[in-house]
């Protein structure tokens, strides 16, 4: 353990994994105290002629399993031996590094133009395979085949499921050579790679949010220069115009059955949370106050709303009933608490909290009312839980320009997904689909 | 002040004579609720006389619109705010007044008010805060005798920022309100 700790404290606070055209940054904040130690054996190949795809899918579940802030990698030229399965494994390699942990993988063809990826998680003190799978996959699904490998090796270690085999959402504002301004919202994998552009447009696009079966996005767009609240289907791109009245026509929320979307309409004069059923396309108020009323958010089960008022002068978080009702205050410490979203099991919520002249990234236990401030800048925002509670990521500004960050829930971890040119925000992790579990 | 009142004032008369409006709001902006609200259905169809009228002070300088001479108070079109705050400060409230005078005089123009708020804060809510801006405005002019179907308003929040940059220099810009004719 002693040498790990050395080995951890030479380690780079700055480690930067560059493929296609991202860049992911991780910037352990603080020591890996308390972290797993895990070697993951670069994945071998035993295909003809020679290939990095093993190497490359071993890099992407050893950057997952790090970031986390749950496990210390051990980086690879510090390992003695390059085992490919079990019967090369020499469990003393990895006793004599610290090792608690071991995973090791191959890559074959599977003789259909795609691959088969077989790994192997070993207990390096038990001396025994705690988990092993053969995954298919093709050429175009290998990352999210190693996010896959990531998630199981996580839900073995931790006892929770992983969330590295999802995605998020975010807008990207970008400035033109003749200009203007070019807004776009983009979906790509929770670490930052594979962005993909969903919408574009001249005018801005906000508050982008995930339906629960994670197939479809609700945002405000202002083309036609009028705020519109549109539903689209990720994976076709069809979409339909839900809310387009006088007025704002924001905030965007999902229940957690998807039937109906919470939103802030002032089409009565000034903004107030509306429930929108999709389906009947009847809408019925839940707030009624003269203060602003926004950014509603559900409980998971369903039973509540929070959402930001001022009608106590300062914007603070309050609570009605899903159905209506009296209206409870719940944010209390601060002047400026916005934008709240809950934990995927209920018990807390992430939100906006102003300290002194910044805005902060925080996170208010809901049983004890503990605020607990888990990032440092001075213009952090939109904070969105993964779907294992794990880690929020957010929004910040770095020199200026809007990029988003990640923590983990217990401040421990903070990185930087420095995706690309361009003012970058309002993230929003997506929940588990279907297809995340189907392996398991 | 004085001056700049002056030059657009044959416009404005015109304008009021062809409204058929008897009283001139007060422009000195001390008693913002006075004015009688001016009878736009008596404008008619001349209404956008008054939008297109040459203006010919004693200088005979200004030939244009009114909302592009700089002298005018018409050419104030951008109103700038206190931090978290929809108060029209008393530095704009002329201004805002001569517009709400002139949208009266002028039946048939049309305005939208854009709020916007400095980048401080979380966005749906300075969504709430730029609509606020720009319904406060709204109501002013509608003070001055402008109907509601020739404002339109619309807020934009933080998403659009007059000024780039993190500080008070950007911010002061950027919580604002702009009238777009």
Known sequence: MNMMKRIIGTMLLLWAVQLNAATLTIEITEGAEGALPIAVVPFGWAGPGASDIGTEISEIVRSDLQRS?????????????????????????????????????????????????????????????????????????????????????????????????????????????????????????????????????????????????????????????????????????????????????????????????????????????????????????????????????????????????????????????????????????????????????????????????????????????????????????????????????????????????????????RQRLALQDGDVREPVWSPYTKTNRRNQ | MKLSTLKFAPVLALSLLLAGCAGMPGMSGSDTNEGAPVADAAAGDGSTDGAQTSGLSEGGAWTGSPLENPNSLLYTKVIYFDYDSDEVRADYRDAVLAHGEYLAANPAVTTTIEGHADERGSREYNIALGERRANGIKRLLMAQGAAENQIITISYGEERPAAMGSGETSWELNRRAEFVY
């Open chain 1, 69 to 413: 802030g749950r496990f210390a990698a051990l980086p690879v030229k510090d390992m003695l031996a390059r085992p490919q399965s079990d019967a090369d494994v020499e469990f003393r390699d990895w006793k004599v590094l610290g090792m608690d942990n071991l995973v090791v993988g191959q890559v074959r063809p599977n003789g259909q133009g795609g691959f088969l990826v077989r790994f192997q998680l070993f207990d390096v003190f038990k001396g025994e395979q705690l988990t092993g799978y053969n995954f298919p996959t093709t050429d175009r699904d290998l990352r999210s085949t190693a996010h896959k490998i990531a998630d199981l090796i996580y839900e073995k270690l931790t006892g929770q499921p992983g969330a590295f085999d999802t995605r998020i959402a975010y807008v990207v504002s970008t400035n033109k050579a003749d200009g203007s301004q070019e807004v776009s919202l983009k979906v790509a994998d929770a670490d930052g790679f594979d962005p993909q552009t969903i919408v574009t447009s001249s005018e801005p696009l906000m508050s982008p949010s995930w339906s629960p079966d994670g197939r479809k996005l609700a945002y405000v767009s202002f083309e036609r220069k009028k705020a519109s609240i549109y539903i689209q289907e990720v994976f076709t791109g069809r979409r339909q115009k839900v809310a387009s009245f006088k007025g704002i026509n924001g905030a965007p929320a999902w229940s957690p059955d998807g039937r109906k979307l919470a939103l802030t309409l002032s089409k009565d004069g000034n903004p107030e949370i509306y429930v929108l059923d999709i389906n009947k396309n009847s809408l019925s108020r839940l707030t009624n106050h003269y203060a602003i009323d926004t950014e509603p958010a559900w409980s998971p089960d369903g039973r509540y709303v929070m959402f930001t008022s001022d009608r106590g002068g300062k914007p603070q978080i309050y609570r009605v009933p899903a159905f209506g009702g009296k209206v409870t205050r719940v944010t209390f410490e601060g002047s400026y608490n916005a934008r709240a979203s809950y934990a995927p099991d209920g018990e807390s919520l992430t939100l906006v909290t102003r300290q002194g002249g910044d805005f902060r990234v925080a996170v208010l236990n809901l049983s004890n009312n503990a605020l607990l401030v888990l990032s440092d800048g001075r213009l952090d925002e939109s904070p969105s839980f993964a779907p294992n509670g794990s880690m929020i990521i957010y929004a910040t500004k770095i020199n200026g320009k809007g990029e988003l960050a990640a923590v983990s829930v217990d401040g421990r971890i």
